[in-house]
């Protein structure tokens, strides 16, 4: 039996036809749900190649490609929670400033309305604004999946607010416990010998791409659920963390990333975390012809959504 | 002031945000508009590359680039007019006959509401049941944009329902009055030298691109409002008969087609004819990577969309 | 020295001259060789994204970068055995059950002519027909590369035959011996929990992505040689099998599939078995602007080459 | 015999080869040369699809295609003036208002040092700026070449610095004399039946493509050239003013725009006037695969540079 | 009733199936019929962008859409004469000077046979060899279509065989009468004002796309014809032609050239001339991913075809 | 501190603005530096495919995003040795033999001014004249990562220059020394069986990408320089020696190659032997739409180049 939010059934409807939500899910609102799909069209932190105020679109596009149950575990998300596409936060193209209070108050209404939000970005800037809407409470701990640090302090004669720079802004309010935070997948060169000194001063654990793969996922991911532990704990996954060959439509590509087999190993291995919200960021669609990027996008996605509705289970929302 | 069935708008929410329906617009019931705007995503009346199962999502998505208010006319179809997207068309894609009932169950439907359908297709097979649903009356006129006829009798053993038959077929139906049949851009080669044979016997007038690029665009389209009067006539425009240069994504191609300057100003001298509805087909999303074609598509959408308001306002349907 | 079923020799005539034929061989007829490479342009069984119909054209196109000798064996399958392109076979686009039955009067013909056949598909639905024409004196085994299992019972109100129910349908009919029958690579989200379950109680062998990836390639081939025996047995190879950055143009494609490594690993594995065909399906050049699936199709039917001149050499046909 | 300021030459030097200056020409400050070949990498302005970022780096790759000679009048600007690539001017991707001080700057040293300006955007905000750069004594006259009037006041939330605007403010800040000011080639639905007053309140002249469809280049060109006088004027060219066919890498396509043969023609009747600098702005490169859009505005910055050379040797500059 | 060099028919044989000969015509020796169509996979003489060694192959490739019968004409060039795909000449990719031979001596048996070549190629420097196999017994007339003159002296060095020298060549070798050479469309800067003096010298009638565009497609085409009169002439298309808009995919593309249908109506006017072959160059598939180059250029090929067909018509030879 | 020879700071010159020169370096003569960053863009030894003519520009490009630090050594090449962009050799597309010449000159140049270079290709018959240029006092030692041998003797007709053939003529010539010459990650079919043994009778060391796969980096890395030892070693990277899904920008594309994790890894490996020079080969950017290609050859560049800058630091160059 299916209940009133469910994706359109591809046996009935062809997945080419209809309104392309997220999972071809109904539109709600926050409150009516548990875990409401946002998408955050938002690109004013982007330092090179912008592109991914278009993300949130291509990936509701890709996103019909979805299915309704995951295959090792054989749960539905749709059985263990209410689920919906929740539209986008509209933000001003021009002002960052009050775009990021636009995100914020977006976030806090949806923490308001007990759901647990589930996003599409935008760039990784999205994800200091939507800790202040959900971190208000105190510091979180955060499980960053990525090429990059972003933990940089100013660019571009003192701007503190850019795509590189979140986390810090993130450490230095609160909202995030600097000892509960862990990096995995950097990589790349970096524009200064001491890029990752903050980080590491503050106590962030930084898992390389070599360590990672000298240990591989299973290890790796029981470190990083020790460091987290049982406490409240946001996910963000940059695309760019996953390799170019599987995620080319994205920014600042970086050589030598995970595959996809990893990232989805990873990401099942949150299962019974209390997750309190998590993003998928970066995917740019201008850069993204064959809409390889976006799949992949939205198919993390679903692998977030099916642990997101385990928590929401666990604490038995229903 | 604005009524209820406007597009977003773009100075508040930008283009990039929010679902693409078509023109931006609310989703509703044909029965709470005067045209319902419909996607019928189909194309199982493809003999050759298919694809335009994708148009409807593809159009939807480009048309967040149309804006309110015509620039000649200085009239918005939205003040004229309820207007909204309707949503598609479901059909079967193992079962062509079934689809066709489907297609022509649902504008029946439409028509007893009392709205104006404008469509977006789908190959051209779908304005056989489009015709079944709107023209249960007695004949209606039909003007076609097309580089193609047909008008061919049967494909493949016997194939009576692909996109090349749609004509005959409403023909023989008495869904269409072949002396109100205008058929103008045709050109290409031909499979056989007899295949205007049935239209030209049938009385139907056909205007080959030579003839069109001779007399020029206020010549032709004083013709054919003649041909068509003032009684009830459907308009049909392929997106193929256009240039490929300005839409290349579509299953057959031609070259020497309409330009979008001459397709935008004969759909205008559409104006003050009885127009039951309208429909625009064969875009083929995979061959349009540029989404050039779609653009194209949803441009002449909007200027058939400004003819049909201006349908509804003579009529004083508001 | 060479015999008269040779591929061009691009030491002399270079790669991009000549028509495309597959592996740049010959034409022939069935009769004439031991090996007929076949193309089946066919995608009316594809549930969403159509376009396999190009399949055979492209995957001949990009044969011409093929060479002759097997690096690892150092053995060329055009000394061991007479092989030609043996063209296409002609279906009905608006007929699915006439098509299904030109398809498997073809292949009975091949097998009648005594030649083995090596398939360019088409989407999966034509690997029924030609189980139809190649197992008529009883069940066979099955040996199945994809992402997904293909045995489903119905879909859109009812239809029994479409590229998601082939294997169903073929252990019904008898064709396959679902005893024998292996399916690896299997992963992706699926429409209900109960979708594995008809193949499960049939005793097909499933192994999951998941499965494999943590066993390796020579721990699962010697299972699956196992499971089929010495006995008769058919191998399909679905290129969504393989990862969508390695093979992005088809028409489902499921992030975190096999690397072209290990696929080659696993069809090398494959020698010395008793197959009587094997097929290549799901390739869809409308999204595959790279050309990379139909590269990477190609190179796996030049494995697929290798592995049946071995069966023919061990007959002693030549 | 030629100067120091001259193109590699293609019969020496093929075009792939070397670094890809502007019309591969030296580098050069402006004090050096008569004309300042200048790039403005800035999309800070746009409200939709950003990407003019990448514009002159993807103009100056195609600019290698161009020649040294015009073939219609069999003069070679590199003749007639001293010209080279004098670099890009450095913006902050986030300060739009100090951007744009940036910008103003840079002009008023290149108008101090003498040379005449030929700029490579860009969004369409940059003329304003530059604008502010060239025009300190007294407003000048204006030829804009658009598709879109770009004279609205404001967008989301009261923001006055946007491509939509910069000849609103050019009009306020007393910069450009409305009375000497025309736009041709504008179409396209607007957002407001009153888009339009602000600019025909002011005396400025509209030419919708309408009306150039009609009267034709040397006609509505004597116009032009009557409006703006002998006195000092300044040429902007869109390149959304030119068809998407043969421009589809902009963030705000209109289909039915100028042809490009008509727009070099227009580009030619330019010769004589007083013109103080020229910019060709809006190319998006990640919304221009095939390239085709910077070669269109390559060749269009061209025929810019042979009217500005006209200008330098009725001056006797050298 | 259909001979034995007949199209596949697309009414039992999609489009889609069966291999890429030129038209879906068999395969056959010159020697067999009237007019041989033959692929020269040779880009040897290109100065900067290479590619059009693939145009025979893409040109095959979308020839499949073309059909039967002219419809202006109503006349099948298939029921004038006797057509066929007769293969590629092939080339020596290390020697050019060896690769000119074996081109000249191909055409030379062509002739020898009695068929017209019909020819795709390869870049514009293989006309140069052919018109060596063609006109062996003295200076044809010449019409070129084209954007460039092609009658430089040399490039690098003193290279004397490019695809920018083939008609300075082919005067100085007395295989073409200069006063019976007409070029038209020319345009695009030059490398040096004296570019065109060589052809101007030796009475080349040069009409650059701006008279063309004054005068119109009539007018120039009674010029021509008069030009050539009524003596053995040769055509040679090179698609950069065409504006780029429509034919993308060349070396040496030039925006504002001749539309598509302008094209073909000069085309329909060589009726009547003494054709004695023509060919069609410069298809640059790496440069064209939509396929429409070689759409376009398979038009024209048909459109050529026509007109040959003509010419085997009026001399009887069936 | 930064010295003479820094990329921009991307912190405050926006990585889209200013000249693409390598890793956004001075340009400089190989004199002024320690590392010479060169450009051959050159592709006359190209049997199928062409385009690498183009491939320096598109390196530059995407190199772009190259930074200054690596991120597991924590070194940044521009404190340890001064790089620069050095331009490119300008060659003979005419003259196969000259450009050859050119090539090697340039390079004994470059040896001469005590440089280092790196170098962008180009197809692989440039390591020829390289080699020659920098080996003039006896042979050295060879890495090559490639998918091919590039040992086999002639082409067509007895062509003995080709990209096949770059590494036989080395060892004739005795530029390189075949002890101490291994290939790695070769694999795909040969043409003919004995493809290798001239390689293996000279004592080429041979590892195909099974036995990589196999052994693992850092085995094979030992091997790889327990072979080389300590003296001069020339190193060469074929982009086709990466997997087609990172690399398929490239005119010979074999699937099943190195992932760029385990390409990074070799790179790194090199670190310390007394590497002369290296060149990454063989990216073709016609056939790299996404530019992919080139951001992985660009960062191999970037791990060669933090390689070559250990030389110089150990040779107390600064």
Do not use: W
């Not at 039996?1 to 609102?29: K, N, Q, Y």
């Not at 990672?212 to 409240?232: H, S, Y």
């Amino acid at each position: 039996m299916t209940g009133p939010f469910e994706p359109l059934d591809s046996g009935t409807i062809p997945r080419f036809a209809g309104l392309p939500t997220f999972m071809r899910l109904p539109v709600a609102e926050p409150a009516e749900v548990d875990i409401a799909i946002i998408g955050v069209p938002f690109d004013m932190g982007t330092t090179n190649r912008a592109g991914t105020r278009h993300g949130p679109r291509e990936l509701r596009n890709q996103s019909s490609l979805m299915r309704r149950v995951h295959h090792v575990t054989g749960l539905s998300p749709y059985d263990r929670a209410r689920v919906a596409d929740c539209g986008d936060v509209i933000t001003d193209p021009f002002d960052l400033m009050r775009s990021l209070d636009l995100i914020s108050a977006h976030y806090a209404g949806v923490r308001a309305a007990g759901a647990l939000p589930l996003t599409a970005g935008g760039d990784h800037l999205i994800s200091l604004p939507i800790l202040r809407g959900l971190a208000a409470d105190g510091p979180v701990g955060l499980i960053q999946f990525d090429a990059h640090s972003d933990t940089y302090d100013t660019f571009f004669n003192g701007s503190r607010y850019t795509h590189g720079t979140p986390f810090r802004r993130a450490i230095e309010e609160g909202l995030v416990d600097p000892r509960r935070f862990v990096q995995v997948g950097l990589r790349g060169a970096i524009s200064d010998a001491g890029n990752y000194d903050y980080a590491r001063e503050m106590g962030v654990r930084i898992i390389f791409i070599e360590e990672f793969a000298e240990r591989g996922v299973a290890d790796v991911m029981a470190e990083i659920r020790d460091i987290v532990g049982a406490e409240r704990t946001y996910v963000t996954f940059d695309i760019d963390g996953i390799d170019p060959s599987q995620a080319p439509g994205t920014g600042t590509p970086e050589i030598g990333g995970f595959s996809t087999r990893e990232a989805q190993a990873m990401v099942r291995l949150l299962d019974g975390l209390d997750i309190i919200g998590a993003d998928l960021v970066e995917v740019a669609p201008p850069f993204d012809p064959s809409g390889l990027t976006a799949l992949t996008g939205a198919t993390i996605m679903f692998e977030l959504l099916c642990v997101l509705a385990g928590v929401v289970e666990a604490k038995g929302k229903r």
